[in-house]
Nanobody
Framework: QVQLVESGGGLVQPGGSLRLSCAVS????????MAWFRQAPGQEREFVAG????????SYSDSVKGRFAIARDNAENTVYLQMNSLKPEDTAVYFC??????????????????WGQGTQVTVSS
């Protein structure tokens, strides 16, 4: 049974930082892309960042480039999202997702096979 469990969300002031974690279990093999998506109230889920198995290929949305950093530790089966210089518009539920045997990092929600339950990030003073 595949499980993705996010943690690390919370309330932070504008300009602050948070680090999200996603613990992965039940996935075998060594070729799955991990990604973070987010969904704000009343909006569609959007791609935030993705990372290949090796970590050698990384992709970010334009809205977070230069502020967020994605990383993975395959030995610990965990993927991280370091979020710096947070803005109120970063407020959303953040989800991690896994795309098994992908040709590339997809920014499309439907390409991903497994999802976590999400963790709330609120940026407010």
């Amino acid at each position: 049974q595949v499980q993705l469990v996010e943690s690390g969300g919370g309330l932070v002031q504008p300009g602050g930082s948070l680090r999200l974690s996603c613990a992965v279990s039940g996935l075998t093999g060594n070729n799955y892309v991990m990604a973070w998506f987010r969904q704000a109230p009343g909006q569609e889920r959007e791609f935030v960042a993705g990372i290949s198995w090796s970590g050698g290929t990384i992709s970010y949305s334009d809205s977070v480039k230069g502020r967020f950093a994605i990383a993975r530790d395959n030995a610990e089966n965990t993927v991280y999202l370091q979020m710096n210089s947070l803005k109120p518009e970063d407020t959303a539920v953040y989800f991690c997702a896994a795309d098994y045997w992908p040709p590339a990092i997809s920014t499309i929600e439907s390409a991903y096979d497994y999802w976590g339950q999400g963790t709330q990030v609120t940026v407010s003073s």
